[in-house]
Nanobody
Framework: VQLQASGGGLVQAGGSLRLSCTAS????????MGWYRQAPGKERELVAR???????LYADSVKGRFTISRENAKNTVHLQMSSLKPEDTAVYYC??????????WGAGTLVTVYS
């Protein structure tokens, strides 16, 4: 499975960005997809992901501001980020988890929020 993410960039606090990630390769093996992020000096953390069917899981810090969605026919997952804060600055990684619980990662896309 290969993951190609796009949509990162520089945005002022309070602004919005939309990240997209498209899976290719053995997509039939994917169970669900999601987004993680890693800020400088911090560990990688969950941002949002699908956890089965249409159920979703969000980090408390992004609830109400971020929305994850997907286009199954395009093997694509999106992350709509609104009301961005400087603390949202991080490299955002697309994740795909296979049916046998193997994780695949995209290269990451940088989101920088300035005040």
């Amino acid at each position: 499975v290969q993951l190609q993410a796009s949509g990162g960039g520089l945005v002022q606090a309070g602004g919005s960005l939309r990240l997209s990630c498209t899976a290719s390769g053995s997509v039939i093996s994917i169970d669900y997809m999601g987004w993680y992020r890693q800020a400088p000096g911090k560990e990688r953390e969950l941002v949002a992901r699908f956890i089965g069917g249409d159920s979703t899981l969000y980090a408390d810090s992004v609830k109400g501001r971020f929305t994850i969605s997907r286009e199954n026919a395009k093997n694509t997952v999106h992350l709509q980020m609104s009301s961005l804060k400087p603390e949202d600055t991080a490299v955002y990684y697309c994740n795909a988890r296979s049916l046998i619980l193997r994780d695949f990662w995209g290269a990451g896309t940088l989101v920088t929020v300035y005040s």
